[in-house]
């Protein structure tokens, strides 16, 4: 089955990556429940760490490295990555990127992408800055610091998949949602509920109180992870390049009028924002109990009420993501790859 891979770069200090991996099915595209997963993915190592291309070349390979993983594990074929990041610095012979034109010209702002030279003096900069006791939350360029991490990341991964540059900003701007800052009261399951109409997802208050599962991270970073992963999934005739796709100066856009807009039921919220946390290690009687609400992670079709009940019944019988005809060696498989 294809993948659409969604990555919201991050680089605060132990933080997760959030990243959503998702499927289409029926035209529906359903993202994987990550922080349900035994594997996380790789937390940023900070500002000051990010300046050195030692380290971004870590955190990338960790990034692939993960990506890869759950891709196995689900039998999943990467079909395109969509990363909120620049994928690489600005030619030195331009002023502002032309995908960073292309925006000014729709009064969406963002912050412009230094070139290889740029980033040279900000590194002296910002090493001389800590050098001199200089406090690690007055960085200079602290904005733009993370785009390093970005170029490594789609340098990695450009072998696995076509990468594509996003920026979720712009995403709710053309989606007329873009009222609020993000992180403020309910606006990302605002942004959420404009984004399912064309993704389908969710639609239910099932599907809703999936979301605090989609990845790691605050509903804002999942909710950009998802809409990063949305454009992946999108044809390119359906996209809207802003810039220079030639020369991967170009930030993608969704071509809203091409799209099927699906009926999506009144606005819904998660019953409540819970996710999983590091806990006291559990009893034995506690260590099979069902905590939530799973998506099978092998067909992506059944509905577990209470996660892992029921696993069994369901992979020797009815999970088509499980090959075979022998009951025991099906549940033998569901049971290495998922449980």
Not at 89 to 112: N, Q, V
Not at 213 to 239: E, F, M, N
Request: aromatic content about 8%; overall charge positive.
């Amino acid at each position: 089955m294809d993948a659409y891979i969604g990555i919201d770069v991050a680089c605060k200090k132990d933080k997760y990556c959030p990243i959503s991996i998702c499927v289409k099915k029926d035209g529906i595209l359903i993202p994987l429940q990550l922080a349900n997963e035994r594997a996380q993915s790789p937390k940023g190592l900070g500002n000051i760490a990010t300046l050195s291309e030692v380290n971004n070349l870590a955190y990338a390979a960790a990034i692939k490295k993960y990506i890869l993983a759950i891709c196995k594990s689900h039998q999943l074929n990467p079909v395109c990555i969509a990363i909120d990041s620049p994928l690489q610095p600005r030619a030195e012979h331009l002023k502002r990127r032309r995908a960073e034109l292309e925006l000014d010209k729709r009064k969406i702002s963002c912050y412009t992408t230094p070139s290889k030279a740029d980033f040279d003096n900000i590194i002296v900069k910002a090493n001389n800055h800590i050098a001199s006791g200089g406090k690690a939350n007055k960085l200079p360029h602290s904005m733009q610091i993370f785009m390093l991490a970005g170029f490594a990341i789609a340098n990695a991964l450009k072998d696995e998949a076509p990468c594509i540059e996003i920026y979720p900003h712009a995403t709710v701007k053309l989606l007329d949602v873009a009222g609020k800052h993000k992180t403020k009261d309910d606006q990302a399951y605002i942004q959420l509920q404009a984004l399912s109409k064309f993704t389908g997802w969710p639609s239910t208050q099932c599907e809703w109180d999936q979301v605090p599962y989609i990845c790691k991270g605050p509903t804002h970073d999942k909710v950009d992870a998802y809409s990063a992963a949305w454009i992946a999934s999108l044809a390119q005739s359906d996209r809207l390049a802003l810039g220079e796709p030639e020369a991967s100066d170009a930030i993608w856009l969704p071509i809203l009028e091409r799209l099927v807009v699906h009926t999506v039921l009144q606005k819904f919220k998660p019953t409540a924002e819970i996710m999983p946390t590091k806990r006291n290690k559990k009893t034995p009687s506690e260590t099979n109990i069902g905590e939530h609400t799973k998506l099978c992670p092998a067909c992506h079709a059944h509905m577990f009420k209470r996660w892992p009940f029921g696993w069994d019944a369901h992979a020797a019988h009815k999970c088509t993501g499980v090959d075979g005809v022998n009951i025991e060696a099906r549940k033998r498989i569901y049971k290495e790859r998922f449980l």
